[in-house]
């Protein structure tokens, strides 16, 4: 499986597909349990659900501070992703043992509720989950300035690969942010447009202000083919033996970025 779900032009990755779907039968089973018992589990369910993401953005937060601290605002862009699981789900846990302890019953069908919905995310998160594989060979890729930039030279060494489009709005949003990590990172972050001509990608630089480093061109998308990319945005972590060792569909947070490198170089030493 390759961890993304494709619905016509939007792709979605299966593990946030698969945890808004967790938290939507969380909820529902809280109702039915609430109904069958006489008790408010429908009402503390909700409750639950609304800690347990505050407390997993906020322990995700916490854990890439670095990050965060270089744009705080960031923090609240939830819909990028970033959420620490088992924070989240002690949360809810204490939430519904605080406000149903007297109703035993109820909590603990609900905690059980809650513990099997953790179980089959986590489980169906890792069958989905893309698994790794070698980068193609022989992809050749050209700089903004004309030069050819094959992509074996790479080789060796952990690097990131971002696969874009100027008519793409997440790509758009995230674009500044990539080119500030890439300028000052140690492991190589190629911005690589697909399908489009060096002249629309000047053209669309130009208008945002934005700096032509790290932007590299593929106007056949010859990238984003070899390694069966479903949609944009898509970052592409390969390792020192050039693996593709982890992928990311959608907008990508810095937070999310940086600790991703960070894992990359861990892989690869």
Not at 32 to 53: C, D, N, Q
Not at 62 to 84: K, M, S, Y
Not at 176 to 200: C, G
């Amino acid at each position: 499986m390759d961890g993304v779900f494709q619905l016509g032009s939007l792709a979605l990755a299966a593990d946030r597909l698969f945890a808004v779907v967790a938290l939507w039968l969380f909820l529902s089973l809280g109702a039915w349990i609430g109904k069958r018992t006489g008790s408010g589990a429908g009402r503390v369910a909700w409750m639950a659900a609304l800690a347990g993401i505050v407390a997993a953005r906020i322990a995700y937060v916490v854990e890439n501070r670095t990050a965060f601290a270089v744009d705080p605002w960031a923090a609240l862009a939830f819909w990028q992703g970033g959420f620490t699981l088992w924070a989240g789900a002690a949360a809810g846990a204490i939430m519904v043992i605080l406000l149903l302890g007297r109703r035993q019953r109820a909590m603990v069908a609900l905690l059980a509720s809650l513990a099997a919905l953790l179980l089959a995310h986590a489980g169906l998160s890792h069958w989905l989950a893309a698994p790794v594989r070698p980068l193609p060979q022989g992809v050749v890729l050209t700089g903004m300035d004309g030069r050819k930039l094959p992509l074996d030279h790479l080789r060796g060494r952990p690097f990131v690969i971002n696969l874009w489009a100027s008519w793409c709005g997440p790509c758009r949003r995230e674009m500044p942010m990539l080119i500030d990590v890439a300028s000052r990172s140690d492991v190589p972050i190629l911005l690589v447009n697909q399908r489009e001509t060096p002249s629309t990608v000047a053209a669309f630089l130009e208008r945002e202000r934005l700096p032509i480093s790290s932007i590299v061109i593929d106007p056949a998308g010859v990238m984003g083919d070899a390694a069966r990319v479903q949609g944009f945005p898509t970052t592409l972590f390969v390792d020192g033996s050039a693996r593709i060792r982890s992928i990311q569909v959608g907008e990508i947070s810095r937070a999310a970025l940086v600790a991703a490198i960070r894992d990359l170089q861990r892989s690869s030493k």
